[in-house]
């Protein structure tokens, strides 16, 4: 079992940046692979980015390539969201997902546990 808390976010101006924490308590969090999602008012949960146990492999859907960056510190049992040149299309509630062991993809029913999101907001 794994609990994942997020934190980071908040209201910031179109081309600012928010750096999103998700913090994990449980067993080894290097055990975990971890994804970030989410869910703009009216729409799907959609998937953002994920990391590796290890945090050598990471992925992203394209409309935040290059400018969002997942990395992880397993030490600190922490994944980070690193988002800058936000825009206001980014304005959603944004969710960690994890999965046990095993490789997971951009799927939500890949993840067996999440957290309770944290709202980021992007004013234009």
């Known amino acids: 079992q794994v609990q994942l808390v997020e934190s980071g976010g908040g209201l910031v101006q179109a081309g600012g940046s928010l750096r999103l924490s998700c913090a994990a308590s449980g067993r080894p969090f290097n055990n975990y692979y971890v994804g970030w999602f989410r869910q703009a008012p009216g729409k799907e949960r959609e998937f953002v980015a994920a990391?590796?146990?290890?945090?050598?492999?990471?992925s992203y859907t394209d409309s935040v390539k290059d400018r969002f960056t997942i990395s992880r510190d397993n030490t600190k049992n922490t994944v980070y969201l690193q988002m800058n040149s936000l825009k206001p299309e980014d304005t959603a509630v944004y969710y960690c997902?994890?999965?046990?062991?095993?490789?997971?993809?951009?799927?939500?029913?890949?993840?067996?546990?999440w957290g309770q999101g944290t709202q980021v907001t992007v004013s234009s």
């Open positions: 990391i590796t146990g290890s945090g050598r492999t990471t």
């Open positions: 997902a994890a999965r046990y062991l095993l490789a997971a993809g951009r799927s939500e029913s890949d993840y067996n546990y």
